[in-house]
């Protein structure tokens, strides 16, 4: 299956390959990440995402086929930005006076590869591709401190891996990551390579398992807490002192 802009999302290729966000649901809950490979559940699109989304479109050029495409979720009816999203407005006019910022930016955008790696075909889409150089995604976060916890450590180890696997040669990963807060902070991040070869051997381990559970030989494992499991659950009897101990 050759992927395209218009078919990286879809579920199909979904179906066909892993990527880090399947690899992050599998990790969080088997029975979710299924439930989402098949059509069966998808998660709702949070003001987080979407400040996302705006932010990536600007880099990549697309602002304006994002408008034809969803007049009404981002832009009022007289053209401006909603109110909620004029924070990636903000930052995308404070990081693009940054010459560093834009350098690492500078790249090939949204460029898709497909790959094999442990056992099963992958695919990625990095946010800035400078090809010899450097891979870097742009984040916009809440504020440093949570860059951490996300594991971007995964995304950059999967996609070195690729480009690697794909000819291109073992690259530096950069983070070029801006922050929702008042004013907007931002910094390039590059995670360093023992840390990337430590979250692929992480993956490598996990991806039998995972490869069995997307194929239906082996059963998902249902977390108990996720939207997706309280949303499939039936009633339990349970103690109430369970919920004493906390
Ligand atoms: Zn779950």
Redesign the pocket.
């Known amino acids: 299956m050759k992927l395209s802009d218009d078919t990286y999302y879809e579920q199909e290729a979904n179906q066909a390959f892993f990527s880090v966000s399947q690899y992050k649901d599998f990790c969080?809950?088997e029975?979710?990440a299924l439930a989402k490979i098949h059509g069966e559940y998808e998660q709702p699109t949070t003001k987080a995402m979407l400040i996302g989304i705006l932010c990536d479109r600007w880099f990549e050029g697309t602002l304006d086929k994002l408008r034809e495409e969803s007049p009404n979720i981002f832009y009022c009816r007289n053209g401006a930005l909603r109110a909620e999203f004029r924070k990636a407005d903000d930052i995308i006019k404070r990081v693009q006076k940054d010459e560093r910022f834009m350098q690492y930016m500078s790249g090939e955008k949204q460029k898709i590869l497909t790959f094999e790696m442990f056992g099963a075909p992958w695919k990625m889409k990095m946010d800035s591709f400078v090809e010899g150089i450097c891979i870097t995604d742009l984040k916009v976060v809440q504020n440093f401190k949570n860059l951490a916890f996300w594991r971007y450590d995964l995304q950059g180890a999967v996609y070195q891996a690729g480009v690697e696997a794909c000819g291109y040669g073992r690259l530096p990963f950069y983070l070029a990551a801006a922050t929702k807060e008042a004013v907007t902070n931002f910094d390039i991040f590059q995670i360093d390579h023992p840390i990337l070869d430590m979250a692929l051997r992480e993956i490598e381990g996990n991806m039998p398992r995972f490869i069995a559970v997307k194929s239906g030989l082996e059963e998902p494992h249902?977390?108990?807490?996720?939207d997706?499991?309280k949303s499939v659950k039936k009633a339990e009897l349970r103690w109430y002192s369970e919920l004493l101990e906390g």
């Open positions: 969080k809950c029975a979710m249902y977390c108990g807490v996720c997706y499991c």
